[in-house]
């Protein structure tokens, strides 16, 4: 078995032991880390770099057409590269300390590939 075959059985197992409520995929982990500590560390790292270029950030309680998942935000930053951002849960609004808009900006269909969108802030001054 290779293992893109495995690895496809695994995300298949995982996903019918959560829908079962049999599992909480956040506790699952790499003997290092777990999901949800990797998440968090994910947000912090995110917000620092938000906060480090609060004119360039923004956080809102709905996207452009005005819906949001329940209990959450999104948070963004513009690079001369295009637009990141992601969707965080309200209890962690508070790291944000970035201007609040009334609605995203539309989403310009990045996506996670699109991470080193966060290096081209390096290459101008704030």
Not at 16 to 40: A, N, P, Q
Not at 45 to 59: D, M, S
Not at 71 to 98: A, C, K, N, R
Request: charged letters at 30%; proline letters at 4%.
């Amino acid at each position: 078995m290779n293992g893109i075959n495995l690895a496809g059985e695994l995300n298949g197992a995982i996903r019918k032991l959560r829908e079962e409520d049999l599992i909480v995929t956040g506790d699952i982990s790499d003997t290092h880390h777990t999901f949800d500590e990797l998440y968090e560390h994910r947000c912090f790292l995110f917000a620092v770099i938000c906060n480090l270029f609060p004119r360039k950030a923004w956080k809102s309680l709905h996207h452009s057409d005005g819906t949001m998942y329940e209990g959450m935000f999104i948070v963004g930053i513009d690079t001369p590269e295009g637009t990141y951002s992601y969707h965080y849960e309200m209890e962690q609004w508070s790291l944000f300390t970035v201007p609040e808009w009334d609605r995203a900006p539309e989403w310009d269909g990045h996506k996670p590939k699109d991470i080193d969108r966060l290096f081209s802030l390096l290459k101008q001054e704030d």
